[in-house]
């Protein structure tokens, strides 16, 4: 056991639904454990510039079903200079905090590994990202609201594109992590998904639309993962190609947007009070997951690794959707 007497805690990156979730986990189980707790705002911006705040029980009420997240967050140009993580570890050291929380993605990770390298901090990473790219945890917290967000337009969507026999191109958020993007391709009835880690062949694509239309399959959802190509790009494409009438749709930061699922409020909590009692036990440079069911710690520099595992299951979810769709 380490004797933790102060915590802080920071939302980093992409705001993600449940984020406001995990910060009240983290708040309540340190309330709980008699462990002082602070909040920083603004993410490693306000580390640097010491944008700390008091926080107690009653600071987090009414923020389980909120999204966004309370505490603001920034991506910081600062915080990757030597001189703004040492500026980020003095304020930890006069506020006594004898271990950071941070909630966040790859980036915020990354940075963590590298105060931690320089500095004698503790620091305990939970995942919060809509992108669910980070190895140690099935899920990231909001990845699956952000995934309903998406079905929700893409079904939507799909009533015009059914009434007026058109053909969609959606793009997708992400990053390089084509997890959403497949899966609400395939929860969506898309009839194809661009992605990276496989080759797209845009000319066998309108071939089949063609093949299609013959069938008397008019209506078409084609599903972008950002980062590959743009739904305006794509469109344009099919359109020169086929003469088919052809419509982008960028689905953007509404994705990251709204109240977390259930799913994410519990995950989140979990992960909270997980976050809290690691810290007690003495880790640090960790990040809580939740894999099979198990409550597991894996270091930063494992949960921020290209995986193969992930691209495998990948694979398999593009060979369902394209079977779906025949
Ligand atoms: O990491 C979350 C995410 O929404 C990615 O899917 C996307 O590529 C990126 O953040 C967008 O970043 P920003 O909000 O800075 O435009």
């Not at 603001?72 to 004898?98: C, V, Y």
């Not at 036990?281 to 894999?291: A, D, H, L, Q, W």
């Not at 069911?293 to 959707?321: G, P, Q, S």
């Amino acid at each position: 056991m380490a004797d933790i007497k102060k915590i802080a805690v920071l939302t980093s990156g992409g705001d993600a639904p449940g984020m406001n979730a995990a910060i009240r986990s983290v708040v309540r189980t340190a309330v709980y454990n008699n462990i002082e707790v602070m909040g920083i705002k603004h993410g490693y911006n306000g580390l640097i510039q010491g944008q700390f705040i008091s926080m107690n029980a009653r600071s987090v009420s009414n923020i389980l079903s909120v999204g966004g997240t309370i505490l603001k967050t920034s991506r910081s140009l600062e915080f990757m200079k030597p001189e703004g993580r040492t500026k980020a570890f003095k304020n930890l050291k006069k506020h006594n905090i004898d271990c950071l929380i941070v909630i966040g993605g790859n980036g915020s990770f990354t940075g963590a590994i590298v105060l931690q390298k320089e500095h004698d901090i503790n620091i305990i990473g939970i995942p919060g990202t809509i992108d669910n790219d980070i190895n140690g945890s099935d899920y990231t917290v909001g990845c699956s609201t952000a995934l309903d967000t998406a079905l929700d337009a893409i079904d939507k969507i799909r009533d015009t594109v059914n009434s007026m026999e058109r053909i969609y191109v959606i793009e997708v958020m992400g990053r390089e992590e084509p997890f959403l993007a497949l899966r609400v391709a395939l929860a969506g009835g898309a009839e194809d998904v661009i992605f990276p880690q496989t080759e797209y062949d845009i000319d066998k694509m309108c071939d089949d639309m063609r093949a299609g239309h013959k069938r008397g399959k008019l209506s078409w959802i084609i599903v972008v993962a950002e980062g590959v190509a743009t739904a305006h790009d794509v469109s344009k494409r099919i359109h020169d190609n086929t003469g088919f009438e052809v419509r982008p749709l960028v689905l953007g930061h509404i994705q990251r947007g709204g109240g977390p699922n259930a799913v994410d409020r519990i995950l989140a909590s979990q992960m909270g009070k997980m976050a809290v009692e690691a810290a007690i036990r003495g880790e640090k440079n960790k990040m809580v997951g939740i894999e099979s069911h198990k409550e597991v710690l894996t270091t930063f520099e494992k949960a921020i690794k290209k995986d193969k595992t992930r691209t495998m299951l990948n694979d398999n979810v593009y060979k369902l959707t394209k079977i779906l769709s025949v």
